[in-house]
């Protein structure tokens, strides 16, 4: 299947800066591709470049299936985009930016009639549709972002940053939103610097730094190459020979040693197999007190990754 987006080499100079340095970079269809790097990484150049508000310097840029160098209209039509802190006009109401929206895009009376409805209430706006957008929250505005983002029935939906500034209820709703719109078939290619939120919507991840790019794969993929072995831990209060023994001879465990009363399992999986090791704990006379997975989070890869491309240094 052809990717939804894919950059070759893509490069990006502002004068003496390269702001994105031979980028290669392939988001697959219907998924939800985060895009991650830290402040000045070239995430917003590389976003500007794919939806035709920059030109590239160097490299190939394909966007559904389309070359793209500066401002393709056809393909523009088939995706969404809701910029970092979306600026729109206070003097509005929040229906009547949509319908503006809609007849840039060529959207007939009565397809906006049914869309902006349907999309208003998705982002939680119904009832406030014929607010002035001056009096919307800023959690309100990004929402009604993400619906001038959807109005055209994209194919790729690409967000920058949709919850910078939000109060955490506001990234719940966001982060409820983009799952939703994944749902539909939706891809959705999302920068942001919320590592944490990142991890819990997205399937595949890209990190850059300093316009180059440092992996590129899975979530499950990038956290297994970099994270180390999944490590669980298991208070077992009548620890014996014979537990142990038992353990370590489950095929998905590499090795196991003890701290006190604590087993230090160390696995060879990432699926969840402590239902397993807790039934041969039990059946060999343990008791277990507790149980809990240690592993790296993708903060703790990010940061890794980052470190090493300052040369051990984390910025």
Known sequence: MEPAIETINLTKRYGSLTAVNKLNLKVEKSTIHGFLGPNGAGKTTTIKVLVGLLRPDGGAVRVL?????????????????????PKFPKYLKGWELLDIYGRMYGMTEQERKEQIPKL???????????????????????????????????????????????????????????????????????SSHLLFEVEQICSHVTI????????????????????????????VAKLSDATIQKVKELPFVSNVSEDGNTLIIELKTRDDVRSQISQEITNSGGVIVSMSLKGQSLEEVFMQLIAKSNGGKAE
């Open 208 to 235: 850059i730094h300093r316009g180059v790019s440092l992996v590129s794969d899975t979530l499950q993929n990038v956290s297994s190459k970099f994270s180390g072995p999944t490590v669980l831990l298991v208070e």
């Open 65 to 85: 299936g389309q070359e793209v160098r500066g401002d393709r209209p056809d393909v523009r039509l088939r995706m969404g985009y809701m910029p970092e802190l």
């Open 120 to 190: 208003l209430g998705m982002v939680g706006l119904k009832g406030r549709e014929r607010d002035l957008i001056g009096k919307y929250s800023k959690g309100m505005q990004q929402r009604l972002g993400i619906a001038q983002a959807l109005l055209n029935g994209p194919e790729l939906v690409v967000l920058d940053e949709p919850s910078l500034g939000l109060d955490p209820v506001g990234m719940v709703e966001v982060r409820e939103l983009v799952k939703g719109i994944a749902k539909e078939g939706v891809t959705v290619f999302i």
